[in-house]
C-alpha cells in the first residue's frame, strides 16, 4: 500500500513560500480525527518579514494602471475556477459540507470578478469635483493607504478571506493578511493562485497562525497603515484601536455580511483609501 | 616592517622578480571563504549581545555622503546626525566627506570627539597624477581632516606594478602627516580574491593604518567575502609584524542583521582587540538608520518604519 504524501502548508512571503521561521505546525484532522495536513503557526518575525516584503511591493501595486490591476484580479478568478474541485476538497477538510463548499468557492471566484471590476470605477464613484469661489480646477481622488494589516473573519470557507482582502488590493494597497485555522488549507493554495495570476510578489502575504498572538505585533507595527480586523470581540477591539494609535493607524472592525450572496461592497474599498484633493489653478 | 624589505620595494621597478620574491601570488579557496562566511551569519546573537553590538555598530559608523550635490547645508545636517543620531543612540565615529567639505565639517563636529574623514587622492578613481593627488592629501588635511580614504590605482595594480601600489601609498601616508591613512582597495574591481589578498598586503607594508574595501561608486561593494580575506590578512600581517591595522567595510551594509554578522566576523577573525572604533569602521549612510530602528524597537516593542526617521 502506497504511503499518501501530506502537505505542509507553508506562507506566502514576498512571492515565495517559506516555512515559518519558528518551526511551528499545528495539524488539521478531519471529522473522523486522522491527518489531514500540517499548517504553520506564523510568528511575529514571519509577520515583520511580510510587512517588509508588503512595503517594497507597494510603490510598484499602487503605481499599477488600475486596467492592470484589474485583469490580475480577473486572472485570479479563472485560476481559482479551474482548480475548485481541489479547494472544494480542502473545505471539507476543514468542515463544510459537499454542497456548503462548492458554492463557497464559486462564491470566492465571483467576488474577485466583482473587485476586478470595481478597480477602475471606483475613483470615478468616490472622486470628486469640487465647485470653489476662485479661479481653480479643484478635484478629489482616492490613493491606497498604503500596508495593510488584514485579520480575516474567522469562519470556515475560501470567500470570507476574499471578502477581507479583495477590496484591500483592488484600490492598490499591499496587505498582510492572517487566515484563521478554520480556513488555513484553503488560503494558503489560494496564494497558489495568486502566484500563478502575475500579482507580483509581496502585494499579498499570507500568514497562518493565531490571532492573539498575532494582533498586538500588527496594531503596534509603525510601517502598517491600516488595519482591518474581522469578527473582532470588545477586547480586541480596544487593544487594536490603543496600540495602532502610536501611527495614528487606520483601524476597521467590519462584520461578515450574512448569507451567501455575491455583494462586492466599495465602501470597503474606500475604507483604505486616502483622498487628495487638488488645486489647479485656471485662467479667468 | 624591516629596513631591507622596504629598500628593496622602494629599488624595484616593473620587473616581475620583485612580484614574486615580496608577494607570491596567493592561493584563495573562494568556495572555502564563502562556507566560513555563511557561518558568521547563522551565529544565534541574544538579546543583551545584540543591544550591545548595535551600540558598538553606531560608534563604528563613518556617517558618508559623496555626491556632486553635496551642499554646506547637507554636510552640516549630516553632523548633527553624526553628534546625535537619535534617542539613545552614541555619536558615530567619523564623519566622511569629499575634501571641500572638510572644513564645514570641521566646524561642526569642533570638540565633539568626532573625526572627519575626507576622501582624497582623487576619489573615486585614482585617475591623476601623483603629484596632484598628493596635493589634495595635504590640503584636506590643512582644511582640518584627521582621516584620509585614499583610492589606489587599479588599473596600475592589475596590470602587475605592485610597486606602483607601494610607492603611491607609501607617499600619501607621508603627505597625511599626523592623520590617519585609509587605503580604498576598490575590491570591486580587482576581479578576485587573490588580488583583494595581494593589494591588502601591499597597502599594508606600505604603512596603511585602515585598509577599505570599497568607495560606494562600484558594484559590488563590501561584501562579506571580501571583507573576510581583508581581516585574515590583517590577521597575518600583524603576527608578522606586530602592527594592528584597521579595517573599513564600506558600500552595501544597510540592515543591522548584516552589520552584526560582520562584527561576528570581525571577532572570530581578529578577535576582541579589534572591536573598537579605532580599529574597525562602517562605510554606510543608510545602516544607521537601519540601527536606530532597533533601538528604538528595543525601547517600545513596536517594529518600526522608516518614514519615522531622517534620511539624512
Same mark, same amino acid.
Given at each position: 500500500?502506497?504511503?499518501?504524501?501530506?502537505?505542509?502548508?507553508?506562507?506566502?512571503?514576498?512571492?515565495?513560500?517559506?516555512?515559518?521561521?519558528?518551526?511551528?505546525?499545528?495539524?488539521?484532522?478531519?471529522?473522523?480525527?486522522?491527518? !489531514?495536513?500540517?499548517?504553520? /503557526? =506564523?510568528?511575529?518575525?514571519? $509577520?515583520?518579514? @511580510?510587512?517588509?516584503?508588503?512595503? *517594497?511591493?507597494?510603490?510598484?501595486?499602487s503605481g499599477?494602471t488600475a486596467?492592470?490591476?484589474?485583469?490580475?484580479?480577473?486572472?485570479?478568478?479563472?485560476?481559482?475556477?479551474?482548480?475548485?474541485?481541489?479547494?472544494?476538497?480542502?473545505?471539507?477538510?476543514?468542515?463544510?459540507?459537499?454542497?456548503?463548499?462548492?458554492?463557497?468557492?464559486?462564491?470566492?471566484?465571483?467576488?474577485?470578478?466583482?473587485?476586478?471590476?470595481?478597480?477602475d470605477k471606483y475613483q470615478a464613484l468616490f472622486g470628486t469635483v469640487n465647485p470653489v469661489a476662485g479661479p481653480h480646477f479643484c478635484f478629489s481622488t482616492p490613493e491606497p493607504t498604503g500596508?495593510?494589516? !488584514?485579520?480575516?473573519?474567522? /469562519? =470556515?470557507?475560501?470567500?470570507? $478571506?476574499?471578502? @477581507?482582502?479583495?477590496?484591500?488590493? *483592488?484600490g492598490g494597497?499591499?496587505?498582510?493578511?492572517?487566515?484563521?485555522?478554520?480556513?488555513?488549507?484553503?488560503?494558503?493554495?489560494?496564494?497558489?493562485?495568486?502566484?500563478?495570476?502575475?500579482?507580483?510578489?509581496?502585494?499579498?502575504?499570507?500568514?497562518?497562525?493565531?490571532?492573539?498572538?498575532?494582533?498586538?505585533?500588527?496594531?503596534?507595527?509603525?510601517?502598517?497603515?491600516?488595519?482591518?480586523?474581522?469578527?473582532?470581540?470588545?477586547?480586541?477591539?480596544?487593544?487594536?484601536?490603543?496600540?495602532?494609535?502610536?501611527?495614528?493607524?487606520?483601524?476597521?472592525?467590519?462584520?461578515?455580511?450574512?448569507?451567501?450572496?455575491?455583494?462586492?461592497?466599495p465602501?470597503?474599498l474606500m475604507?483604505f483609501q486616502e483622498i487628495k484633493t487638488t488645486w489647479h489653478p485656471v485662467g479667468s | 616592517?624591516?629596513?631591507?624589505?622596504?629598500?628593496?620595494?622602494?629599488?624595484?621597478?616593473?620587473?616581475?622578480?620583485?612580484?614574486?620574491?615580496?608577494?607570491?601570488?596567493?592561493?584563495?579557496?573562494?568556495?572555502?571563504?564563502?562556507?566560513?562566511?555563511?557561518?558568521?551569519?547563522?551565529?544565534?546573537?541574544?538579546?543583551?549581545?545584540?543591544?550591545?553590538?548595535?551600540?558598538?555598530?553606531?560608534?563604528?559608523?563613518?556617517?558618508?555622503?559623496?555626491?556632486?550635490?553635496?551642499?554646506?547645508?547637507?554636510?552640516?545636517?549630516?553632523?548633527?546626525?553624526?553628534?546625535?543620531?537619535?534617542?539613545?543612540?552614541?555619536?558615530?565615529?567619523?564623519?566622511?566627506?569629499?575634501?571641500?567639505?572638510?572644513?564645514?565639517?570641521?566646524?561642526?563636529?569642533?570638540?565633539?570627539?568626532?573625526?572627519?574623514?575626507?576622501?582624497?587622492?582623487?576619489?573615486?578613481?585614482?585617475?591623476?597624477?601623483?603629484?596632484?593627488?598628493?596635493?589634495?592629501?595635504?590640503?584636506?588635511?590643512?582644511?582640518?581632516?584627521?582621516?584620509?580614504?585614499?583610492?589606489?590605482?587599479?588599473?596600475?595594480?592589475?596590470?602587475?606594478?605592485?610597486?606602483?601600489?607601494?610607492?603611491?601609498?607609501?607617499?600619501?601616508?607621508?603627505?597625511?602627516?599626523?592623520?590617519?591613512?585609509?587605503?580604498?582597495?576598490?575590491?570591486?574591481?580587482?576581479?578576485?580574491?587573490?588580488?583583494?589578498?595581494?593589494?591588502?598586503?601591499?597597502?599594508?607594508?606600505?604603512?596603511?593604518?585602515?585598509?577599505?574595501?570599497?568607495?560606494?561608486?562600484?558594484?559590488?561593494?563590501?561584501?562579506?567575502?571580501?571583507?573576510?580575506?581583508?581581516?585574515?590578512?590583517?590577521?597575518?600581517?600583524?603576527?608578522?609584524?606586530?602592527?594592528?591595522?584597521?579595517?573599513?567595510?564600506?558600500?552595501?551594509?544597510?540592515?543591522?542583521?548584516?552589520?552584526?554578522?560582520?562584527?561576528?566576523?570581525?571577532?572570530?577573525?581578529?578577535?576582541?582587540?579589534?572591536?573598537?572604533?579605532?580599529?574597525?569602521?562602517?562605510?554606510?549612510?543608510?545602516?544607521?538608520?537601519?540601527?536606530?530602528?532597533?533601538?528604538?524597537?528595543?525601547?517600545?516593542?513596536?517594529?518600526?518604519?522608516?518614514?519615522?526617521?531622517?534620511?539624512?
Amino acid at each position: 500500500m502506497r504511503q499518501p504524501v501530506w502537505k505542509t502548508y507553508k506562507l506566502y512571503i514576498g512571492g515565495k513560500f517559506p516555512r515559518t521561521e519558528s518551526g511551528r505546525y499545528e495539524a488539521v484532522r478531519d471529522s473522523d480525527g486522522s491527518l !489531514v495536513a500540517n499548517v504553520s /503557526r =506564523a510568528s511575529r518575525k514571519d $509577520f515583520r518579514n @511580510a510587512v517588509v516584503s508588503a512595503r *517594497a511591493a507597494f510603490p510598484a501595486w499602487s503605481g499599477a494602471t488600475a486596467y492592470l490591476r484589474g485583469q490580475i484580479l480577473y486572472r485570479a478568478a479563472e485560476m481559482l475556477e479551474g482548480r475548485a474541485a481541489q479547494f472544494a476538497e480542502e473545505l471539507e477538510q476543514q468542515g463544510l459540507d459537499a454542497a456548503a463548499a462548492r458554492r463557497d468557492v464559486v462564491r470566492a471566484a465571483d467576488l474577485l470578478v466583482g473587485y476586478a471590476g470595481w478597480t477602475d470605477k471606483y475613483q470615478a464613484l468616490f472622486g470628486t469635483v469640487n465647485p470653489v469661489a476662485g479661479p481653480h480646477f479643484c478635484f478629489s481622488t482616492p490613493e491606497p493607504t498604503g500596508v495593510v494589516g !488584514v485579520l480575516t473573519p474567522r /469562519r =470556515a470557507g475560501l470567500s470570507p $478571506f476574499i471578502e @477581507a482582502i479583495a477590496p484591500v488590493i *483592488a484600490g492598490g494597497n499591499t496587505c498582510v493578511a492572517l487566515a484563521p485555522f478554520e480556513a488555513s488549507l484553503a488560503a494558503i493554495s489560494f496564494a497558489e493562485v495568486l502566484h500563478t495570476s502575475d500579482l507580483p510578489g509581496g502585494v499579498v502575504n499570507i500568514l497562518t497562525g493565531q490571532r492573539a498572538e498575532l494582533l498586538p505585533h500588527v496594531a503596534a507595527h509603525m510601517d502598517v497603515n491600516a488595519l482591518a480586523l474581522w469578527d473582532a470581540s470588545p477586547d480586541e477591539r480596544r487593544q487594536t484601536e490603543e496600540m495602532g494609535a502610536a501611527n495614528l493607524k487606520r483601524c476597521f472592525f467590519p462584520q461578515l455580511g450574512v448569507g451567501e450572496m455575491v455583494e462586492t461592497n466599495p465602501a470597503l474599498l474606500m475604507n483604505f483609501q486616502e483622498i487628495k484633493t487638488t488645486w489647479h489653478p485656471v485662467g479667468s | 616592517m624591516n629596513a631591507s624589505t622596504e629598500l628593496v620595494l622602494h629599488s624595484s621597478t616593473t620587473d616581475t622578480a620583485f612580484k614574486s620574491l615580496r608577494y607570491p601570488a596567493p592561493v584563495i579557496d573562494e568556495v572555502g571563504v564563502a562556507e566560513r562566511v555563511a557561518r558568521f551569519r547563522s551565529r544565534s546573537i541574544k538579546a543583551a549581545s545584540k543591544r550591545a553590538a548595535i551600540d558598538l555598530a553606531m560608534r563604528m559608523i563613518d556617517l558618508t555622503t559623496l555626491e556632486g550635490k553635496d551642499t554646506p547645508g547637507k554636510v552640516r545636517q549630516l553632523c548633527a546626525k553624526a553628534l546625535q543620531p537619535g534617542p539613545g543612540a552614541p555619536p558615530v565615529a567619523a564623519v566622511c566627506v569629499y575634501s571641500n567639505m572638510v572644513s564645514v565639517a570641521r566646524a561642526a563636529l569642533e570638540g565633539s570627539g568626532i573625526h572627519v574623514a575626507a576622501v582624497a587622492t582623487s576619489f573615486p578613481s585614482g585617475m591623476s597624477s601623483l603629484k596632484v593627488r598628493l596635493e589634495e592629501v595635504r590640503w584636506a588635511v590643512g582644511e582640518g581632516a584627521d582621516e584620509i580614504d585614499m583610492v589606489i590605482s587599479r588599473g596600475r595594480f592589475l596590470a602587475g606594478e605592485d610597486n606602483v601600489i607601494f610607492d603611491e601609498v607609501a607617499q600619501v601616508k607621508e603627505a597625511c602627516g599626523p592623520a590617519h591613512l585609509k587605503v580604498i582597495l576598490e575590491t570591486g574591481e580587482l576581479q578576485t580574491l587573490d588580488a583583494v589578498r595581494r593589494a591588502s598586503e601591499i597597502a599594508m607594508d606600505a604603512g596603511a593604518d585602515f585598509i577599505k574595501t570599497s568607495t560606494g561608486k562600484v558594484s559590488p561593494a563590501a561584501t562579506m567575502d571580501v571583507t573576510y580575506v581583508m581581516l585574515c590578512a590583517i590577521r597575518d600581517f600583524f603576527e608578522r609584524t606586530g602592527r594592528m591595522v584597521g579595517m573599513k567595510p564600506a558600500g552595501g551594509i544597510r540592515d543591522t542583521k548584516t552589520a552584526i554578522a560582520y562584527l561576528v566576523m570581525l571577532k572570530e577573525t581578529l578577535g576582541p582587540a579589534w572591536l573598537t572604533p579605532d580599529l574597525f569602521r562602517f562605510g554606510a549612510s543608510s545602516l544607521a538608520n537601519d540601527l536606530l530602528m532597533q533601538i528604538v524597537k528595543e525601547q517600545t516593542k513596536a517594529y518600526q518604519s522608516p518614514l519615522y526617521f531622517s534620511e539624512d
